[in-house]
């Protein structure tokens, strides 16, 4: 009892060592514990949250939509414990793409964490962090074919177990990627069919996700499921064909009846314009008659009158002529026939009064006879003259009369001839009417037929619809995750043994210094008759003292505080709940045990070897080590040009092997961790930048809504529009391989352009030549070649998801370091598969707009998604980030193992070297002397334990590399030049650090130590 | 003015409440080239008076004159500088450098100073000359110790303070070495300081300097002091 007593009283007088013995156990069990605990921690956090949040196992959508009847047949699974139907709605808002969802109550719950679920149909609820509550969210009215409410107001946030991550995935609007997602009650949907169908394997939520237990259990379904699959698929494409046939046979029908309805009309209208047309032909040619009618009858009466003018003229110009030869004028006639008739009476009564036989009688009735003659002439003229008068008066009437009668007709005519050119212009607007409805009727008619002829070949070609079977590793969110929390455990593993081992190493160090001090005390209590057993117990109960408190503090900081740390990182790309650490009972123990053992053995090594002396022994002083000269000494060209100091140096630096071999293999243990920390840090950095700035340069994969057989004009020009050239065509397919017992996913990928293929991949061989594909074989790339074991020339086996086999060989190999490809020309493809169209287009985009640019060849329907390299990369940054921080823990627990190594080493160093010390103080070494004499060797041992440890570094750093790689990445195992001078300046600058500190422990050393006995 | 002068020092102890009196009001004076021996048993402070005359401690009260300056001003530099080029010192469990050869011991002590002897020869003085090349652990206790004496010659110091220079030897070698001690002193006019419990050695110096209880008991000066072959061990 008293020894154990006299161990306590030793705890508090020796508080440094001891805390320094419980800082190493802690530091050790801590980093052991911890990072190994981290990653299961983690997957147990987000079991429990898919746990209560009911994750679907499986999801199946199909490319035609799903049907009551598949849900029923899904349900009569055995291994089927929930399916829920369910349907979600993809569309851009304010401008990103958003999935929404139907609530479901049973699968996939939602977390809410602000606000309340959906009580009615015009509300929603949000990812938490995009939309505030009660803001209004309006979408495009093309969602009216989906969605009964186009408006709704946000009642409350959540988070979905569907989306842990912040890359979401890929979406069918906008640039391709899928922005957020969005809830709202199932009612809304209008659609006739189920979108997708969830679905929970039965005992799946008793195991914990992403463990071999889970994946037996799901695998169970997953296999009824892919029976299940043609079945349902044949069924709905059935289904599917017998609409379509359907519609297009009512279709035809429809036209049929319309034609013959229309082509009567058509006709009808079509006689009555001909009639039409010929009524007015007729009334024309009325008319023109009409027209020379009249016109002759003009003739006609123009000549007549003109020939009964004539005859008046002529008449008249007799009576002027014959007036003339009377020599009067018309007028004058009367009075001359007056005058006649006077000289005609004077002249008979003259003939009265003369004798009849006289001569002048004779003359006298001859005057008579001429003048009676010349006034019957008068009279006869003066007839004809009336008669002449007369007739031009009714000559003149007959002129009017005509003109009258002429005009009548004229006017009739004209009247007639403008109905005419009325009934013209109404025919041709007749006419033109009638074609112009009869060709928008062939033309409807055409389109109805086209349609239908369309739709026939449609169906013809109706591919059947595909299921597609999801599991929860389709959702990258959930493999991200695993990926991040292995990767941690991969790197993980192997330092906490290494860790364990200088820690160890140390204790071992400190217990030996402890009981070379105390070996009077052993010595004493030897010959006291105390035995052997119950003096080493009392030295290892002080151990244990000191290991139990160090172990309690390391595993609470291993399992409640380590992994929060590691966690951290998580949170700002994951949406996940708080980290649940475990106290895992089973791994304490058997930390605790092996912890107890190895101090216990530790410490009774130590013990045991003082106890081959006799206690007699024990109690002198243990004799100075004997002084030695040392292999340099032996070359005088270098020991006599050394200055004394440097020669005290060096020969104390043999002084003591152990310790020489203690402090270079702690320092050396730190810088190799150190080293090894930054070395990962470089190459998972170095790997991104040399996958997606030197080999695959591509900026983003344009994938075609329809697989084409090259570049067509369209793309071209869309393409060309958006300042995107030199874009080349590829095939990229997912096609799985076999490698060490494991299946393997590759992707294959020919292209359109070998020769230009340079500005989007660039190949080289594994010492950096470039290299070209040709027709006689593929170029696949490093991390593949290696799984299979295959060189160039060889041959090698990859299936399809239909399981079929391919037989390719192997040209030549790729630098690569994420994912499998194998890289082909398009006639070596067509050669192995048959055919060739391409499915993407892999370009590179002319400015920074790349969004812009996305989102304008996205709205051309062109296009399935866009796959931004830039997503590629962010992906991969996450999972880096999750290492780098694990690197950084590494950093920081390799930090302090250095500095409680260095420290425990130089005050190690120190106490045995007290009274030496104390000695040169008295002889008046300053206290910069004094330090320098003890840091020289220190630093000198440890700069070369750092030299030693980059060595070791680099072996670890590769070591842990190859062992945290997985199948799809390839890590770049240089070292950069930066790493090795951070390395070497931390430590150094603890090494300073300790020094600093033992330097005040040096400048409290008592002189007058140097007085007292050696014990 | 003597070469040393001790007036009333002092050295006080505070262990918290109590406070103890290691040496009170302790006098004396010593001249240049005197072999003065400090007698007195354990505990009566003659240790003290040795440490605060070496520059390791420093006294409570009190002025210590060494050589016309007064040490007991002095802060932790000066002291240190004090110790380097103005004393020797001899310590009882010799404190050599194991690691280090006696000559290497000697020059350890002798780098440090402005104006040292030289190494082999003061090694020589001490009749160790052909041992020079040997590590501590192959020289016996005596030879150990005339290395120790020879690394305080070596410096030239002004003052050669030996704490029990013979304890740790038996009385052959002890005699040796204190023979050692006496003719350095009368030879190179060394100003020699040895403390010890023995009485019998008390008779080859020039003064002695009784101190009991933390206070001189008496101090004598020897006229005719013995030769070390000559007194009774």
Known sequence: MLLLKNSFIKIRKSLGRFFSLIFIVALGSAFFSGIRETSQDMIKTMDNYYDETSLMDYKIVSTMGLTEDDVNSLKELSHAYKVVPSYSYETLIDGNSTKIYAITEEINKVKLIEGRMPTKNNEIIVEDGTYQINDTITLDSSAKDTLKNTTYTVVGTIRSPLYIYENKGISTVGDGKLDTFMYIPEDNFTIDYYTEIYLIASNSTDKISYLDDYLEVTKLLEDELKNLKPIRETARYEEILKEAMQEIYDAEEELQTKKAENDQKFLDALEEIETNEQKLNDAKVAYQNGVNTLNSTKQEMETTFANEKAKIEEGRKQITSTLDKYGIKENQIDTTISTLDNQINSLNQLLNTLDPSSEQYLQVQEQITTLTTSKEGLNQLKTSINTLNQGEEELEQGIATWEKEYQTNKNTLDNSYQDILMGEQELAKGKEEYNTNYQTYQEEIQKANDEIAKAKEEVQNLEKPVWYLLDREDNSGYTTFYESATKVDSIASVFPVFFILVALLMCMNTMTRMIDEERGEIGLFTSLGISKGKIIFSYIFYVLIATTIGLILGLLVGYYIVPHFLFGVYTSSFTIPSLITYFNLKASIIIIIVCFLTMSIVTYIATNRDFKYMPSSLLRPIAPKMGRKVLLEKIPLIWNHLSFIWKVTIRNLFRYKKRIIMTIIGISGCTALLLTGFGIKDSVNSLLDKQFKEIQTYEALLFLEESKEGPTPEITELLSQNNITKEIYTNMESYTFKAQNKTLDVYVMAFSDITNINNYLILKDLEGNNITLDDYGVIITQKMAELLGVQKGDTFQIRNSNNE?????????????????????????????????????????????????????MNSNNFSSIQYTKDNMAIFEDIIDGMNDIVYLIIGFSTFLAITVLYNLTTINISERKREIASLKVLGFHD?????????????????????????????????LTVAETDEILFVKDVHFLSYIYTFIIMLLFTVLVQFITYFILKKINMIDSLKSVE | MAFIEVKNISKIYNMGEVSIKAIENVSFSIEKGELVVILGPSGAGKTTVLNILGGMDTATKGSII?????????????????RRYDIGFVFQFYNLVGNLTAIENVSLASQICKNPMDSLTTLDKVGLKDRKDHFPAQLSGGEQQRVSIARALAKNPKLLLCDEPTGALDSKTGRMILELLQDTCHKMNMTTIIITHNAIISEIADKVIKIKNGHIDDIIINKTPKLVKDIDW
Not at chain 1, 953 to 959: A, D, K, R, T, V
């Open chain 1, 805 to 857: 086999l391919f037989i390719l060989k192997v040209s030549n190999i790729a630098q690569n370091y994420v994912n499998n490809y194998i890289y082909m020309t398009p006639s070596y493809y067509e050669k192995i598969f048959s055919s060739t169209t391409y499915n993407a287009i892999m370009i590179n985009f002319p400015d920074d707009n790349i969004e812009e640019i996305g989102n304008n060849l």
């Open chain 1, 928 to 960: 910069n002397e004094v330090s320098t004499y003890v840091y020289r060797e220190t630093i000198i041992l440890t700069i070369f334990g750092i030299i030693l440890g980059i060595g070791l570094g680099l072996s670890l750093n590769l070591f842990v």
């Open chain 2, 66 to 82: 060494i050589d016309g300056k007064d040490i007991s001003k002095y802060n932790r530099k000066q002291l240190t500088d004090y």
